[in-house]
């Protein structure tokens, strides 16, 4: 059974940074890319990030382009989503999900102070 757990949200500043991570079981790990997404009150999800299986390729949506930063351990079936230089807009529920799979968390909430 897939198992996705995602953590580290929390509230910060303007310009100040969260590092989340999406610890995940069930599955061979390094053999699936993972996606990062968002939700924000009111609107649908939108993917943000993707980190691959080869040479741990990314790929970003333009929102979060040169701020946020996708990376994975899988010694540690773990991934990662580094946001800097965070904004009011980049308030919403994260969550990750492994390509091929219909897995996800419970997501964690990221907000940033007026």
């Known amino acids: 059974q897939v198992k996705i757990v995602e953590s580290g949200g929390g509230l910060v500043q303007p310009g100040g940074s969260l590092t989340l991570s999406c610890t995940a079981s069930g599955y061979p790990f390094s053999d699936f890319a993972m996606a990062w997404y968002r939700q924000a009150p009111g609107k649908e999800r939108v993917e943000i990030a993707t980190?691959?299986?080869?040479?741990?390729?990314?790929t970003y949506d333009e929102s979060v382009k040169g701020r946020f930063t996708a990376s994975r351990d899988n010694a540690k079936n773990t991934a990662y989503l580094q946001m800097n230089n965070l904004r009011p807009e980049d308030k919403a529920g994260y969550l990750c999900?492994?390509?091929?799979?219909?897995?996800w968390g419970k997501g964690t909430q990221g907000a940033v102070s007026a």
């Open positions: 980190i691959g299986t080869i040479r741990d390729l990314q």
């Open positions: 999900r492994p390509r091929r799979t219909n897995s």
